[in-house]
């Protein structure tokens, strides 16, 4: 039994020795970081875009209306309000606007943290090789 633990010890041979020093730690810490922050603005920019998509769909049906309704009523915070329909379509353009701002933003802040990141991966992958790997599951 003690052979078959001095082979199994023996047959694991690193190819080398990587030291890892507090500055490489902290690059990979902040990468992971960064990367953590990536994903949550990836999932805000697609509720983004699910929100703009049902205001485009309620302008689409606010078009379809138009003549037919005097008042309409319009999701306000946590409420429904009536509003003449001049009003709601001027509402819902203003909340598209905001939207698509908002969207820029995140794109934004997404590019910003990509360019962070691909420094950090390049001189991550220059000191550890095939040691590290920096890349996502998905890509």
Same mark, same amino acid.
């Given at each position: ?65 138009? =003549? ?8 306000? =915070? ?32 997404? =590019? ?16 550890? =090789? ?10």
């Amino acid at each position: 039994m003690a052979a078959t633990t001095a082979v199994s010890k023996s047959s694991f041979q690193p190819e080398s020795d990587v030291h890892i020093t507090y500055d490489d730690q902290q690059m990979i810490n902040k990468f992971a970081r960064h990367n953590a922050k990536l994903d949550e603005l990836k999932e805000e920019l697609k509720t983004k875009k699910e929100y703009l998509k049902n205001l485009e769909d309620a302008c689409d049906e606010l078009v379809l209306l138009e =003549g037919d309704v005097e008042k309409v009523p319009f999701f306000m =915070g946590e409420s429904f309000i009536t509003q003449n329909f001049e009003d709601t379509q001027a509402s819902l353009e203003e909340a598209k606007a905001r939207a698509q701002a908002e969207m820029k933003e995140i794109e934004k802040k997404s =590019g910003d943290i990509k360019e962070v990141m691909s420094d950090l991966r390049t001189k991550l992958y220059a000191k550890f =090789g095939n040691h590290i790997n920096l890349e996502a599951e998905d890509e």
